[in-house]
């Protein structure tokens, strides 16, 4: 499985990627909002963009759609519950479908509400392997659901849906937010010296050179993915005293929503 990822340099701060087969050159692009970009790379790799896939609904999403349709004639996939939002999707897709890229590329479709109720997250397998989270999960944080979400359900996809992939799978998300969301971290976690020396080099980064994340590393620097932390629990319990002396993981994920909202 071939990876491109492209940055946008737009102030939305998208990522957006192509995910090409070895032997065919047929290509995946995943929200390509900045169209040109990736047909431009696209081209430059030889490769032919044949399907283009939605996450979610949302506009900064979606919007290069038509513009990469009329360059490629490429098909677009998308959640069912999404496709009258997104408009001209040939192909809604539903928990557990796969999509086919050439001959050697399937990756799976996992339902993951949370940022929007028909929101879909692609996890490929083969190598090391490979989650594209939209604006679900994010490196160091974690999707808002102010635009058609819901903060409980976007628990219940962290905790029965990505906890349960493997340590090593690498994260791909839809925004380039690490620097800000380590300092959220910080200011959750200040004894968290491992987000803090990335943080120092967070700041002086190329976002188009942005690492990227394990599953394993974000549970180090992720305050979503960090609730049982005494720091955390008593930093928040300062600013949400009824929680308790032990509040259980539900309670710590919505209360850190919150704040992060605000924050």
Request: hydrophobic share 40%.
């Amino acid at each position: 499985m071939l990876i491109e990822r492209i940055w946008s340099g737009n102030s939305y701060r998208n990522f957006h990627y192509l995910i090409a087969c070895p032997e065919t050159g047929e290509a995946l692009a995943i929200d390509p909002l900045e169209w040109r970009l990736c047909l431009d790379a696209a081209r430059k790799k030889g490769w032919e963009i044949t399907q283009i896939l939605n996450t979610h609904e949302h506009r900064d999403h979606t919007g290069g759609n038509a513009g990469l349709v009329g360059a490629t004639g490429a098909r677009v996939l998308a959640h069912a519950g999404a496709a009258s939002r997104i408009g001209g999707v040939d192909r809604g897709l539903s928990k557990g479908d796969v999509i086919r890229v050439g001959r050697t590329i399937e990756l799976e479709c996992l339902d993951t509400p949370g940022h929007t109720m028909t929101h879909i997250c692609l996890f490929g397998r083969a190598g090391q392997p490979a989650l594209f989270c939209g604006d679900t999960l994010f490196n160091a944080g974690a999707g808002n659901c102010h635009n058609g979400g819901h903060p409980e359900q976007l628990y219940a996809t962290f905790v029965t849906q990505l906890a349960a992939l493997s340590d090593e799978t690498r994260v791909f998300p839809g925004h380039e937010y690490l620097a800000r969301n380590l300092e959220f971290t910080l200011d959750r976690e200040p004894d968290n010296a491992e987000a803090a020396a990335l943080l120092a080099s967070a700041r002086h980064h190329d976002p188009a050179a942005a690492r990227i994340t394990t599953l394993d590393e974000e549970k180090r620097i992720n305050t979503f993915l960090r609730l049982q932390s005494p720091t955390l629990v008593a930093r928040l319990r300062e600013a949400f005293p009824d929680i308790g002396e032990r509040p259980d993981a539900r309670t710590v994920f919505l209360k850190l929503r919150e704040l992060r909202n605000r924050w």
